[in-house]
């Protein structure tokens, strides 16, 4: 599950009839930001857009932790998007 959730209207209730994302998943998801990074795919500076269903929200987290960029990234959010 990830850290923080963005901001989605009608939240946090809307996301209770978000399907989650499986340990399958959330495996897999992992192994493609693995990929990623040991293929040297992603340029730096890259952007990662994902819509706020929970499920699409879990898949960037795991992605982002195959790319050992999650906590980078979720500084970014919060110096972007919070005052």
């Not at 930001?33 to 987290?61: H, N, W």
């Amino acid at each position: 599950m990830p850290d923080e959730l963005p901001e989605k209207k009608g939240a946090p209730l809307t996301h209770m009839f978000d399907c989650p994302l499986t340990q399958i998943g959330h495996h897999q998801a992992f192994l493609i930001g693995k990929g990623l990074r040991q293929q040297g795919l992603l340029k730096d500076g890259f952007e990662i857009f994902v819509s706020p269903a929970l499920r699409c929200v879990e898949t960037a987290t795991h992605v982002l932790k195959g790319l050992h960029t999650i906590s980078h990234c979720m500084e970014k959010l919060r110096s972007k998007f919070l005052p």
